[in-house]
């Protein structure tokens, strides 16, 4: 996944795909380089915090809100049989080729259903908050998701091997 710069000047739904995309980029980045082992080391006990947890998780998340939230799609979870989002982050027995295949799989459809969405101001119910929400709101809510992860993302590879790096 390249990472490039989100664009200074654009229209909004174009500078909101272009941040997502850049902070899906960021995740991969930093976890180029690293084997399963160092994907899977955590940050601290008990956390099971781990950058392929990351991964895990924010394929969960991307496969929540555009496959089940605005494309109406009934999905079981990935990783977990009891609709916990917090299973992915045990990544003990994963591998990088489960997790970014998955991932990628994931953000592959996003985008899919993000591109065919006719407007930002399209809504979909949302069971959690029992409330609509929009193209638009979901599409900052992944951002905001995102760049929270890649802040533990940033320690976790510091941690691992001293990488550091916006």
Not at 26 to 39: I, P, S, V
Not at 64 to 83: A, C, M, Q, T, V
Not at 102 to 124: N, Q, Y
């Amino acid at each position: 996944m390249d990472r490039i710069g989100p664009p200074l000047t654009g229209n909004e739904r174009d500078t909101l795909r272009a941040y997502l995309d850049y902070h899906r980029a960021t995740l991969a980045w930093k976890c180029e380089g690293l084997g399963d082992e160092d994907l899977r080391r955590t940050s601290m006990p008990p956390s099971t915090l781990s950058l392929l947890g990351l991964v895990r998780h924010m394929a969960e998340v991307e496969r929540h809100w555009f496959r089940r939230i605005l494309n109406g799609e009934d999905l079981p979870h990935l990783w977990s049989d009891h609709h916990d989002f917090q299973a992915a982050y045990d990544a003990t027995g994963s591998t990088r080729e489960e997790a970014f295949t998955a991932w990628e799989a994931e953000v592959g459809h996003a985008r899919r259903i993000e591109a065919a969405t006719e407007s930002l101001d399209v809504t979909a119910y949302v069971p959690s908050w029992q409330a609509e929400a929009s193209l638009r709101l979901v599409m900052l809510h992944l951002i905001h998701e995102y760049a929270r992860h890649n802040g533990h993302a940033d320690f976790l590879r510091e941690g691992i091997d001293g990488t550091t790096g916006a």
